[in-house]
């Protein structure tokens, strides 16, 4: 059974900062294709950033130069260190595993077969 579970969300003020964490277990996480994703009732869900299994990172514009994906595969764990937060990066944040992919990996979340619950990142101005 493949499990992802987020944590590091919460309440921040504008220009601030913080770093989420996807421990994943039950599946081949060296090997695949790892998302950050986030989902607002107005934007629906929407890609944030990914890395492949050579460590290969590309990120959506709205967070570039901003957020900082990496990944841990001795502890099978992704982050995403997000800094210069605005209030437009309120939304809830899914990490996501695709393990039929190396690389390429792809931005659209129907493509992933595994999801954590979501974490709740809050920004005030």
């Known amino acids: 059974q493949v499990q992802l579970v987020e944590s590091g969300g919460g309440s921040v003020q504008s220009g601030g900062s913080l770093r989420l964490s996807c421990v994943v277990s039950g599946a081949a996480f060296s090997t695949s294709c790892m998302a950050w994703f986030r989902q607002t009732p107005r934007q629906g869900r929407a890609w944030v950033a990914d890395?492949?299994?050579?460590?290969?990172?590309t990120y959506a514009s709205s967070v570039w130069g901003r957020f900082t994906i990496s990944r841990d595969n001795a502890k099978n764990t992704l982050y995403l260190q997000m800094n210069s937060l605005t209030p437009e990066d309120t939304a809830t944040y899914h990490c996501?595993?695709?393990?039929?992919?190396?690389?390429?990996?792809?931005?659209?979340?129907?493509?992933?077969?595994?999801w954590g619950q979501g974490t709740q990142v809050t920004v005030s101005s």
């Open positions: 996501a595993a695709d393990s039929s992919r190396m690389s390429d990996c792809h931005v659209h979340p129907s493509q992933y077969a595994y």
């Open positions: 890395i492949n299994s050579a460590y290969e990172t």
